[in-house]
């Protein structure tokens, strides 16, 4: 009996447009998805990696958020990635049987690849290749749900696409012809650039309006304690925020099951209310173009008084997770700011020497369980204590008149003693530090007063 091989289609030939020029679609990978799509996914592993667990664990994971159906796997090792198809010639033949045996639609790379290498790999396997910076945008594409995180992946998916515009579009033979065009005219994949290019700049102009909104909203919080919760893609932090305030966050056993920042009251004994915000996960080979798009959402964890690492100690990976968290922290500048490790998910470790493990190498780590509660006492000490640890105690003299900075001291730190004398109140008091805006302000004005005032 002979089998016949299931007719392959080329990559969809969608339209998108951005205004009234017709552009060729830029989002294949997620317009294009079809329903159960079958795909394969594949690693090239150097000397340098070392990954614990199953190599392709997490970008099964992916696979799977992103609506596909995962029906085979191909590891590679080798000293460095082929110039011309990534992975050695052996294992393209290799690739291409598995593709036909399982009769699949798609290939996954866990690794980036040049425009180049995936075009040679469509052409010698017949089959849509994409690579991890591709997939990953396909899910934000598919998650954001917010204004902000639509803009924010839409410039992400151009700035990637712009190199790959020959691979992509599908109209390049055609020329422009028309009044003021004639003659050979102007290539389709020029007026394409010039349309995309355009789009770009508009799409950083409107980001840059929202960064500068957030900043002024969290910088508007000065007089209230905040606390961010950072941390690999699905390590927790939404059931944690949850387990915490009581919030009602959309918490999912997936990836990036949360795009956008949510920030909730957190009460603390003995502490009082702060604002506690969940940010986008982070994931190893972040696409750096998503880190500079995201980073108006971001700003929660750049203002933030006191980072919340939370990390996955069930998983296997939770080393290199946690390096991949401090890699981004450092790519947008808050690497040096305060900072909790959380182990959460204690009551799925398999055993008591793998926690061990994690804490003998971060022994000041908190161990917690956001599903059963536990531990989480302990958590919100540690939290008070972290942000006891920024306070200030000092003096200043009042005037009886200035109501609005005696009731802001009053509010905002602890009054140890007060003198009252006939033009003026002393307070001795232990303040915050975040919390010194209006006392500056104050002190400013009463400076510039005296200069105003004629000499006696």
Request: no cysteine; proline share 4%; glycine share 6%.
């Amino acid at each position: 009996m002979i089998e016949t091989e299931r007719p392959r289609t080329n990559p969809p030939q969608l339209k998108h447009r951005y205004g009234d020029s017709p552009l060729t679609v830029l989002d294949e990978t997620s317009l294009g998805r079809v329903e159960n799509e079958r795909s394969v996914i594949a690693r090239l592993i150097q000397p340098s990696q070392s990954p614990e667990g199953d190599p392709l664990e997490e970008l099964e994971g992916l696979a799977v958020t992103a609506g596909t159906q995962v029906v085979g796997q191909l590891i590679q090792r080798r000293e460095k990635p082929d110039s011309k198809t990534f992975i050695g010639k052996g294992k393209v033949e290799e690739l291409l049987a598995l593709v036909e045996e399982r009769d699949a639609d798609l290939v996954i790379f866990d690794n980036d690849l040049s425009p180049g290498q995936v075009r040679n790999l469509e052409m010698a396997i017949d089959t849509k290749v994409i690579d991890r910076t591709e997939l990953i945008l396909d899910i934000f594409a598919a998650g954001a749900r917010t204004y902000e995180a639509r803009l924010a992946v839409e410039l992400a998916q151009l700035e990637y696409s712009l190199p790959r515009l020959k691979r992509m579009w599908t109209h390049l033979s055609r020329q422009s012809m028309g009044v003021g065009m004639r003659g050979p005219g102007e290539k389709q994949l020029e007026v394409d650039r010039r349309l995309a290019l355009k789009r770009i700049h508009d799409l950083k102009s409107e980001l840059g309006k929202v960064e500068r909104r957030r900043e002024r909203q969290v910088a508007a919080r000065d007089d209230t304690a905040t606390v961010s919760l950072v941390g690999y893609t699905n390590a927790g932090k939404s059931t944690l925020m949850n387990a915490l305030t009581s919030a009602d966050v959309l918490a999912q056993d997936k990836l990036f099951a949360t795009l956008d920042t949510r920030t909730r009251r957190w009460h603390i004994n003995h502490w009082g209310d702060v604002l506690l915000s969940d940010t986008v996960g982070f994931i190893r080979d972040l696409p750096h173009g998503l880190v500079a798009s995201f980073k108006a959402t971001l700003e929660e964890a750049r203002q933030a008084d006191l980072l919340l690492h939370v990390a996955d100690a069930s998983n296997s990976q939770v080393f290199e997770q946690i390096a991949a968290v401090y890699k981004v922290l450092e790519e947008i500048e808050i690497e040096q700011k305060n900072t909790l490790l959380v182990l959460n998910k204690i009551d799925q470790v398999e055993s008591p020497e793998m926690l061990k493990r994690i804490l003998d190498r971060y022994p000041n780590a908190i161990p917690v369980s956001a599903k059963t509660g536990v531990a989480l006492p302990d958590l919100s000490d540690a939290v008070g204590q972290a942000l006891g640890s920024a306070f200030l105690d000092i003096e200043v003299d009042v005037a009886p008149s200035n109501g609005k900075l005696l009731a802001h001291l009053a509010a905002n730190g602890e009054v140890l003693s007060q003198v009252v004398e006939e033009d003026r109140i002393t307070i001795h008091v232990r303040i915050p530090a975040r919390a010194m805006g209006e006392v500056k302000r104050s002190a400013m004005e009463i400076r510039q007063a005296e200069k105003t005032m004629p000499p006696s």
